[in-house]
């Protein structure tokens, strides 16, 4: 798996955080079947004593992604590491059929079997901070769309509904339920 690092706020990577960050990330790449096609993109950065790290890892269909804020770095570097790994195991089955429905290919993720278990631009837009970010709208089902929107742990999720062939959005209600909002 390719790394690219990137520091905010001042945040200057070292040999040592680097090199901790790919060790840690080892135990991710043993969870793809073909991990030399992916690139982890590690973003880090110092907020007063807060240290975040944002790690996301796009795929064709996919975009794994953990940030976590802590006042020691490799803390957080830790829990971001761990996030992914829950993320991937809660949802390996659900898109390997994924995969397999849509590529042709065995599998995304290894198998059980296969496993060695040890082993954004932001711009600055009058006076409030706006977050621009470009999609590629993907077409998948509702049950596809959440399981994404899971996988990024946000609230909601932009995708092309397979059934209308029209932009949706899906998104995680108060009480924990799924809503859609459809585009006419």
Same mark, same amino acid.
């Given at each position: 798996? $390719?790394?690219?690092?990137?520091?905010?706020?001042?945040?200057?990577?070292?040999?040592?955080?680097?090199?901790?960050?790919?060790?840690?990330?080892?135990?991710?790449?043993?969870?793809?079947?073909?991990?030399?096609?992916?690139?982890?993109? +590690?973003?880090?950065?110092?907020?007063?004593?807060?240290?975040? +790290?944002?790690?996301?890892?796009?795929?064709?269909?996919?975009?794994?992604?953990?940030?976590?804020?802590?006042?020691?770095?490799?803390?957080?570097?830790?829990?971001?590491?761990?996030?992914?790994?829950? %993320?991937? $195991? $809660?949802?390996? /089955?659900?898109?390997?059929?994924?995969?397999?429905?849509?590529?042709?290919?065995? %599998?995304?993720?290894?198998?059980?079997?296969?496993? /060695?278990?040890?082993?954004?631009?932001?711009?600055? +837009?009058?006076?409030?901070?706006?977050?621009?970010?470009?999609?590629?709208?993907?077409?998948?089902?509702?049950?596809?769309?959440?399981?994404?929107?899971?996988?990024?742990?946000?609230?909601?999720? +932009?995708?092309?509904?397979?059934?209308?062939?029209?932009?949706?959005?899906?998104?995680? $209600?108060? /009480?924990? %339920?799924?809503?859609?909002?459809?585009?006419?």
């Amino acid at each position: 798996m $390719r790394t690219n690092f990137r520091g905010k706020n001042g945040f200057v990577f070292t040999d040592a955080i680097e090199n901790y960050i790919n060790e840690k990330l080892k135990r991710i790449s043993n969870y793809f079947t073909r991990p030399d096609e992916l690139e982890a993109r +590690v973003v880090c950065s110092v907020q007063r004593e807060d240290q975040t +790290v944002e790690i996301t890892i796009p795929t064709k269909h996919i975009v794994l992604r953990a940030e976590v804020t802590c006042d020691d770095l490799y803390a957080a570097i830790d829990f971001a590491i761990d996030k992914l790994e829950t %993320q991937i $195991r $809660r949802h390996k /089955d659900k898109i390997n059929s994924l995969y397999r429905q849509r590529e042709g290919i065995a %599998q995304f993720f290894k198998s059980n079997e296969e496993l /060695d278990l040890k082993g954004l631009q932001a711009e600055l +837009v009058g006076k409030n901070l706006v977050k621009s970010k470009k999609i590629e709208l993907t077409p998948m089902t509702a049950e596809e769309a959440a399981m994404n929107m899971e996988l990024v742990d946000h609230d909601f999720y +932009v995708f092309l509904d397979v059934e209308t062939g029209k932009p949706s959005i899906i998104y995680k $209600r108060h /009480d924990g %339920q799924y809503a859609m909002i459809q585009t006419e």
